[in-house]
């Protein structure tokens, strides 16, 4: 059994060792040193391009319920990141060179792997899983774009941010849709009267912004401008843009606010909802503080804050098929972030689950997908799920929007506390028949190469 990943980052190092471990003899193929990206400074692999925190490791978290399962599942990644783990609290913040060694190291001496060191520009032979990452090189990205259609990879990413349904104060905000179409309920609607729209414009101007990295020359459309750049162009350019209030009556009142902040679903279990065309360079403590400002959101609790960044990665849902496949050459499946999931854990998540299902297609059977109640499955659901007619997709850190509600009496009762410690107890048992045995620890185990699963 034999085949070929492209990029050592986290997800095409996750995916190398996972089908090593199953047997599978692996090419892996980095373009670093010989060619490097405007983000990564090394030779390494796995490297950490920002941040050297993977989050929260509380269990009661997206991502420490994610890191947990990736642990039980027998993760390179987060196996490393817990050997090189420094003091951050409830944060699993690692020390990134030794991290980053350990793993090149772990790889270099598996006895199933080869490392090639050069870059890939055209799609390899054979069966292959790309994990190029958010930065994939150009010539490369072209090709995904050719086999995925010109609409199937985008190159920049403007995302608004996504808060908790449970946090927003509906005594405050309304459920109307504009003009009472569809649904007539389908959007949450935080209105404004013309001071708080005032006192909003003239923060969002203030706010402190993120500065565009020197390799991200920024390009806005005119139908996706941050908001920043809407408030600088006039007082009113946002009550006429997406903060318009036309359409909606307010029940309160009986008329039309002078601005609304309209939240849409941002999922089909309505746990969570993005607020709409808010894309945004503001930074993250100047989001919460200014968004906050919103009659209705003053208690938000933010699941993904808003940004503006390049990113490569695909139309999930319409260009991958269940095993993360693309439809029209199913030997090549994708990993990591290029899948449109969003940061380190998940996209090393996304290269566990790509080799498991590769591994299993080599081996002659199929691998069931993730269990949906999982984090790991619901990150699968969120890349491969079709979506609904006029539903963008947009990639996604883990969150508990990502997975079904939890129902019944005893959740109501529980609180939102109560409700994701449910969660993850839900999540724990229904990964459980996920976890597999892979054939060849025992040889591992003779080399000191072996990563123990967790119980
Ligand atoms: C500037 C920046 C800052 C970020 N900060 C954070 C953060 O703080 N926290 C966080 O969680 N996430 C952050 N991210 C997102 C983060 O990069 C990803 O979540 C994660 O690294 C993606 O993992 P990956 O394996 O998919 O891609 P990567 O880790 O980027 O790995 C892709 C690998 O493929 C190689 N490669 C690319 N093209 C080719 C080619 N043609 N041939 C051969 N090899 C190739 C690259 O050299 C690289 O080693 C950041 C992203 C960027 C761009």
Wanted: glycine share 10%; aromatic share 6%; charged share 25%.
């Amino acid at each position: 059994m034999e085949a070929t990943v492209v990029g050592g980052g986290l997800a095409g190092c996750e995916a190398a060792w996972q089908l090593a471990r199953r047997g599978v003899r692996v090419r892996l193929i980095e373009q670093k040193p010989a060619a490097i990206s405007p983000a990564h400074q090394t030779p390494m692999l796995a490297e950490l391009v920002c941040s050297n925190s993977l989050r929260s490791n509380a269990l009661e978290t997206g991502p420490g319920l994610l890191k947990a399962e990736l642990r039980r599942l027998g993760s390179l990644i987060i196996a490393c990141a817990d050997l090189y783990r420094v003091p951050a609290g409830d944060a699993l913040a690692v020390e990134r060179f030794g991290f980053g060694r350990e793993i090149t190291a772990r790889l270099a001496m598996h006895p199933l792997i080869t490392i090639e060191r050069r870059p890939v520009h055209d799609m390899p032979p054979g069966h292959v899983i790309l994990a190029t990452g958010p930065l994939t090189g150009t010539e490369l990205a072209r090709r995904i774009r050719a086999a995925c259609g010109s609409a199937g990879l985008y190159f920049y990413d403007a995302i608004a941010p996504i808060v908790d349904a449970d946090s927003i104060d509906m005594d405050k905000a309304f459920r109307a849709s504009r003009w009472g179409k569809g649904g007539g309920d389908d959007y949450v609607n935080c209105p404004m009267n013309r001071e708080e729209y005032a006192a909003f414009v003239a923060a969002v101007r203030a706010g402190r912004k993120v500065l565009p990295h020197s390799f991200e020359e920024p390009r806005y459309f005119e139908g996706c401008l941050p908001i920043e750049v809407m408030a600088e162009r006039g007082d009113d350019t946002l009550a006429f843009g997406p903060m318009k209030p036309i359409g909606l009556d307010d029940p309160r009142t009986g008329r039309w606010p002078h601005a609304v902040v309209q939240l849409r679903p941002e999922n089909r279990y309505r746990t969570s909802y993005n607020l709409v065309g808010f894309q945004t360079r503001l930074a993250i403590p100047e989001q919460k503080r200014i968004f906050q400002m919103i009659p209705g959101l003053e208690k938000a609790e933010f699941l993904r804050f808003g940004a503006i960044h390049r990113n490569s990665y695909v139309d999930g849902p319409r260009v991958l098929g269940p095993e993360l496949e693309l439809r029209t050459l199913p030997t090549v499946q994708l990993a990591g972030q290029i899948t449109g999931v969003e940061g380190y854990i998940e996209s090393c998540a996304m290269g566990l689950v790509s080799a498991r299902f590769l591994a299993a297609r080599l081996g002659g059977t199929t691998c069931p997908p993730p269990p949906v109640e999982t984090a790991i499955g619901g990150l699968w659901s969120h890349v491969t799920r079709a979506r609904e007619d006029g539903e963008r997709y947009e990639p996604q850190n883990i969150n508990f929007g990502l997975l079904p509600p939890i129902e019944g009496l005893a959740a109501r009762r529980a609180g939102k506390s109560g409700r994701r410690k449910l969660h993850a107890e839900r999540a724990q048992a229904a990964l459980t028949p996920w976890l597999d045995q892979p054939a060849d620890d025992t040889l591992l185990a003779s080399t000191g190469l072996a990563i123990r699963a967790s119980a």
